[in-house]
C-alpha cells in the first residue's frame, strides 16, 4: 500500500505553536540559570566581605565557617554548569542563546574562584587567630566592598545584558590597583625595616592580593556581558598577575 507520508509531519500551525513552546521553554530555563547566577554571586559577595570582617575583627569562628562553606559555592558552580549543557544539549539553542549559555558557564567558574580568594582571606584569618594585623586595615576594607560593590553590578549587567555597563564598570578595577598598590610600598618598607614584621606583613599582602584579583574576576564576567550581547571577544587591561589565591 502507497506510504502518504502525512504521519508525524507536524502541520503550518503546528510547527507554529511547537516553535513557541520550544522557545518559551528555552527561556524559562535561561531564566532559572540566571536566577541561580544571582544567588551564587550573591553567596560569594558575601563571602568576601565576611572573610575581612572576620580578619578585621580576630573572629576565628567566622572565618571558619566562611572557609567551609567554600564547598557550597563549589556545588553550586557545578549544578549550575550541569544545567546550562543539559539545555545546550536538550533545547538546540540558537547562537544568541548559545554565548549566553557559554557566558553562564564561565561565570560560574569566575564566581567559584572569587570565592576561593575569599576562602583564602579566611584561612589567614584563621592563622592569624587573635594576633592583631601589622597595621591598622584601612585600604583592605574599601577594597573588599568596592570588590563587592562592582561584582553586584558586573551579575546585575549581565543578567539585563547591559552592554554599557559591562564595558564601563572593569574601568574602575584602576582604584582596587591604586589601593592594593599602596599597601604593597607600605608593607615592604615595613619588612625592610624590621624583620619581625615580615610574616604578617606577608598576609596582609596575601590579603590585598586576593581582592585584587578578585576584581579582575569581576572584570572577566564583564567581558562574557559583552560577548553575550554583541558576539565579540574583548579582553580588557587588567593586572598582569595571573597566581593563585593563596
Known sequence: ??????????????????????????????RELNDAIVELAGIVEEAILGSVNALAERDISKAKTIYEADKNINEKRFELERQALIIVATQQPMATDLRRLS?????????????????????IAMRLGDNPPLRQ??????MAEKTADMLRRGIEAFVN?????????????????????????E????????????????????????LERAADRVTNICERTV?????????????DDESDAF
Open 161 to 185: 545584558l547591559d552592554e554599557e555597563a559591562g564595558m564601563t564598570i572593569p574601568k574602575e578595577d584602576d582604584q582596587i590597583d591604586v589601593l592594593y598598590n599602596l599597601d604593597y610600598q
Open 227 to 239: 560577548f553575550t550581547t554583541s558576539g565579540k571577544l574583548i579582553e580588557f587591561d587588567r593586572s
Open 137 to 142: 586595615l584601612v585600604n583592605i576594607p574599601v
Open 187 to 210: 608593607l615592604l618598607e615595613l619588612m625592610i625595616s624590621d624583620r619581625e614584621n615580615i610574616d604578617r606583613a606577608t598576609f596582609h599582602l596575601w590579603v590585598a592580593h586576593n
Open 103 to 123: 557566558s553562564i558557564i564561565d561565570i560560574a567558574g569566575e564566581l567559584e574562584r572569587i570565592g576561593d580568594y575569599a576562602k583564602g582571606i579566611a584561612r
Open 1 to 30: 500500500m502507497a506510504h502518504t507520508g502525512k504521519h508525524n509531519i507536524a502541520r503550518g500551525p503546528e510547527r507554529v505553536i511547537m516553535a513557541r513552546d520550544t522557545r518559551e521553554t528555552l527561556d524559562s530555563k535561561i
